[in-house]
């Protein structure tokens, strides 16, 4: 009897998948749990392993089509059955994820227009003839000089964030942090620890969602789930995108550990190493662009989590002291929350708790 094999969920943020190379052909012998085809989802580089011993009969979406998740990719045969063997259709199309009114995909296609890159304005982001148009008249006045396809990372990327938005009633409160002490403290420290202001954000946000735990929670089904663990995510550039790697039960390290974590997870990601595991599952986040020179920016939030924070620069600052002023230095703060799930006051008394780990680096840097 015939197995499908199946692009399998792995993690909530998996909706679909793109099979970037089959590592079997046709007719092949795999053994059951061998990897035969790879795909990437979610940022994320996903095997596709056989689920039984047998000859690779079918398969029936060919490399670089985009699918959803549970489509059938292949069809296994008994060894003992005799074999047809099926090739993959070339003209497979990828499924599109957002819909489009059938006049506005034929005058795409007359005007040689990728609906990729246009925004739809119609209901529920529907694309419709307009929009189009609007993407002719703008292609007949701009000089490409690259055109960047919206899908692998980027598309993954584009769809996630833009989700994000049109799913979620999100608002940002942005702050000031005097780390003056904090500033002092990594620099007595630096041959015990080695620390960056990000990993000491990280530690505060961690120490702040036991305080506040609505904070750390996930949207899904209809419904705010509390998350009894932190899984702490942190936005990591890599080559044409972002990611978020993810430091599971952070809440329960002490911070050296989270620092060893973080780092690791770092390592992982910029070596490709990165699987599922690491980047599916947080609960909260932390995007850094401090090192970039921004004070503060507006964070999108991570679907499904309910909160991200934002992290800006360090930098020099006049603080008043006494009657005079002294220099110190000051941190730029935001919070992106869903306000389905958490209202402003206690994202604001959030926000204020984060701070306060920051200010007090004794226990900041406390042992547990």
Not at 94 to 105: F, G
Request: glycine content about 10%.
């Amino acid at each position: 009897m015939d197995t499908e094999v199946r692009l399998v969920q792995e993690g909530m943020a998996m909706q679909e998948g793109v099979v970037t190379q089959w590592l079997k052909a046709l007719g092949d012998h795999v053994d059951e749990g061998e990897v035969i085809a790879e795909a990437e989802a979610a940022k994320a580089t996903v095997e596709i392993v056989a689920p039984v011993a047998g000859t690779l009969t079918q398969i029936l979406v060919a490399a670089g089509v985009e699918v959803p998740i549970r489509t059938v990719l292949a069809v296994i045969t008994p060894e003992n059955e005799s074999p047809v063997l099926v090739s993959p259709r070339p003209d497979a199309e990828a499924v599109p994820k957002t819909q489009v009114v059938p006049a506005a995909r034929r005058l795409a296609r007359d005007e040689g227009i990728d609906l990729a890159a246009v925004v739809g304005t119609g209901p529920g982001g529907r694309i419709v003839e307009a929009d189009v148009r609007r993407a002719v008249a703008g292609a007949s006045r701009d000089v490409v000089s690259e055109v960047i396809p919206l899908h692998g990372i980027r598309g993954t990327i584009a769809g996630r964030l833009v989700g994000s938005l049109q799913s979620m009633a999100q608002f940002t409160l942005m702050t000031e942090v005097d780390v003056t002490d904090l500033v002092r403290k990594r620099s007595e420290i630096r041959t015990e620890l080695v620390t960056t202001y990000n990993h000491c954000v990280m530690r505060a946000c961690v120490l702040a969602l036991a305080e506040h735990p609505r904070l750390n929670a996930i949207v899904t089904d209809g419904e705010i789930r509390v998350q009894s663990s932190v899984h702490l995510g942190m936005a990591v550039p890599i080559a044409g995108g972002l990611v978020v790697g993810v430091i599971r039960d952070a809440d329960r390290m002490s911070f050296p550990e989270l620092i060893a974590a973080a780092r690791s997870v770092v390592a992982e990601i910029k070596a490709g190493r990165a699987g599922a595991d690491l980047l599916t599952g947080s609960t909260f986040t932390v995007s850094n662009l401090g090192s970039h020179g921004v004070d503060t920016f507006t964070p999108i939030i991570n679907p499904p989590e309910v909160a991200i924070v934002g992290v800006g620069r360090v930098r020099e600052h006049p603080l008043r002291r006494g009657e005079g002023f002294v220099w110190g230095h000051r941190m730029g703060l935001s919070l992106t929350v869903d306000h389905r799930a958490v209202d402003g006051v206690p994202a604001a008394t959030f926000l204020q708790a984060v701070g306060h780990y920051l200010q007090d680096p004794e226990a900041l840097f406390a042992s547990d």
